[in-house]
């Protein structure tokens, strides 16, 4: 069976940090990109960051560049998500997905096959 898990997730102040992991199985990693998106209660879920199976080259969006870090350990089949300087609108749940989107398409969901369960990630101010 295909899985997607992540991890990590908590309650933190603004400012701090944390880390995500996110473990596969049941695919082959390396063929695929890993893209981290979040859903706040009321809104549409959001890519923010994808890594390319390849030269893991990354796309960040906007609102996290300069503060969140994607980086993939294929031998593990592991992607971490570092979140640095935390703000209370980055409050959401986290989910790490699998696809093979086109540049263009790197931050749409429509783009990735394969989900995981989601990790709470809640700042307070």
């Known amino acids: 069976d295909v899985q997607l898990q992540a991890s990590g997730g908590g309650l933190v102040q603004a400012g701090g940090s944390l880390s995500l992991s996110c473990a596969a199985s049941g695919f082959t990693f390396d063929d695929y990109n890993i893209g981290w998106f979040r859903q706040a209660p009321g809104k549409e879920r959001e890519g923010i960051l994808c890594?390319?199976?390849?030269?893991?080259?990354?796309y960040y969006a906007d609102s996290v560049k300069g503060r969140f870090t994607i980086s993939r350990d294929n031998p593990k089949k592991l992607v971490y998500l570092q979140m640095n300087s935390l703000k209370p609108e980055d409050t959401a749940v986290y989910y790490c997905?699998?696809?093979?989107?086109?540049?263009?398409?790197?931050?749409?969901?429509?783009?990735?096959?394969?989900w995981g369960q989601g990790t709470q990630v809640t700042v307070s101010s």
């Open positions: 997905a699998a696809g093979r989107p086109i540049t263009s398409s790197q931050r749409l969901t429509s783009a990735y096959y394969y």
């Open positions: 890594i390319s199976n390849s030269d893991a080259s990354a």
